[in-house]
């Protein structure tokens, strides 16, 4: 049973072709080159981005699909001058190559939300294209649930062997959501908890941005933080960790971090960049550690499966390892860097096991984005 799957919710586009849970192939281009100097992603540009990439991205998976040996491969690199008539005729045969490849593939996938809405449809457009013009059946996934089924992704040898089990606690720290979920089945969720204001990875790159640092700004913080002895100077505010529910806030903390650092001057902020970052960055690890915590206890569910951007981070994962060890409990991490950010094999990844629940788009027509997490 293979799939082709289709990612563009953000600004990644993405493809890959799946076998059950065995990534034959990905391919991601990535558009930060693009929205860097905007410091954070800009909704038309990736729209236009996706649109002129999405073809090249497919059928680059599709053609890396063939290689047996593959291995989870590495992101794409930048088109060569395809104006040139030799790239014109190579591009011409991969397309007839890849063309041919596609009549082996069983299903089409793609994600169908939450996420950009013009940057969804372009995806969402693509997979019906290609579902109807190969005669595919088509299987929409939600991007969280990508999150937590690339846990589950197998390289060629189908390894890391891991097992689904239920019930599991799910921790999602992206750019865009920030939630707790109960896993209690295949494709069966329940959201415990989840931000009412900004995401962790939001909040970062947030900070990033009043400190001067760019966009993306989850992995430069942590580049800084790295560097620090003491992780916590600032003790900047950790809003609703005290609260009875499950719920995240982190806008508050960045309000509090803009009116701390209007009062310094530049070289001050310079001069203690690595503590402000590093502070920063365990004031929203501790808001995440402390509701996870609290879940754990109330559910007396200590296996945790992670997913998203933010997962990346070292000192997260250190975090999570020591709080699943006081619990006796374990934290599963995807498999591979790339799996944490977004990526189109953990879209394959839960669409194979939506393909075996028998769950496919019975009108294509009436297929559309969904606007928010509806996990299940
Ligand atoms: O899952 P993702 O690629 O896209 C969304 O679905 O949002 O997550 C992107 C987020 C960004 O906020 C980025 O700053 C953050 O993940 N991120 C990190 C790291 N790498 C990416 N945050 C902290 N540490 C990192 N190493
Ligand atoms: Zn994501």
Redesign the pocket.
Known sequence: MRILAIETS?DETAAAVVEGRRVLSHAIYSQILIHKKWGGVVPSLAKRAHEERIDMVIDEALLRSRISTHNFLTPLEPPRDVRRPRAIREAQSRKKLASSILTSIDFVAVTYGPGLAIALEVGISKAKELARKHNKKLIAVN?MEG?IYANFAQNSKDKPKRELKFPSLVLLV???HTELVLWKGELEFEILGETVDDAA??A??KAAKLLGLGY????V??QLANQVSFVDIYKFPRPMIGSKDLNFSFSGLKTSFYYFLKKKSQSEVNKNIKELASSFQEAVFDSLLTKLEKAMRETGVTRVVVG???I??QRLRALLRSLAKKHKGEVIFPPQKYLC??NAAMIGVAASFKAKHGIFVKNFDKLDRIPRLRLG
Do not use: F, Q, R
Not at 216 to 219: A, D, L, M, Q, R
């Open positions: 953000c991007h999150h992206s750019g865009g990875g939001e970062l790159d993306p700004g989850g992995p913080i942590e998203g951007g933010v990346s981070n950010t977004d």
